[in-house]
């Protein structure tokens, strides 16, 4: 009888840990990453706290969509695993070329309770439901910029009756 191969979990875990430095590295010599950190020095820390605050609100809005497409596609995902998912895959998206290979990352880890089809599908629905979402706002915005123009600082006062409904 052949022997099997097994892999201890520690050393997937520091292969895990050198891949993940290794990305890091990459990222920061690619990205230039002394000049990354004194714009974000010279940044203001108010517009920065809104930032992470926004992404962070729209992240969680996000895994609770799909959260929702999977539960109703018959894939039970927990709040916290959806939230994690989600981050896991816009660190990928953002950090590789294509910015889809987090999502299919997703698919591939969600494949358990419904198989791999089933689970691409909550992905792909999920991002076409953040798609049309965002062409809604786009379009709203471009609605209120041609009905209520106010001058120079047209785009802040066009978004007021957008922020009122």
Request: glycine fraction near 10%; proline fraction near 5%.
């Given at each position: ?48 706290a ?9 992240t ?34 953002q ?22 089809f ?41 978004m ?6």
């Open positions: 009888m052949p022997r099997r191969f097994t892999v201890s979990p520690m050393l997937i875990r520091a292969a895990q840990v050198a891949v993940l430095a290794g990305l890091a590295v990459l990222l920061w010599r690619v990205g230039d990453g002394w000049q990354a950190l004194a714009m974000l020095r010279a940044a203001d820390p108010y517009w920065l809104a930032a992470a605050l926004a992404l962070t609100l729209q969680l809005l996000s895994a609770l969509r799909w959260r929702l497409t999977a539960a109703r596609l018959g894939i039970a995902i927990s709040r916290s695993d959806a939230v994690r998912e989600y981050y896991l895959s816009q660190v990928v998206n950090s590789l070329p294509g910015g889809v290979l987090g999502d299919a990352g997703r698919a591939v880890r969600a494949r358990g309770q419904a198989g791999l089933v689970s691409g599908q909550t992905v792909v629905f999920e991002r076409i439901a953040g798609q049309i979402g965002l062409l809604a706002v786009l379009l709203a915005g471009l609605l209120a910029s041609v009905f209520f123009p106010i001058g120079p600082g047209w785009p802040a006062g066009a007021v009756p957008i922020w009122a409904c």
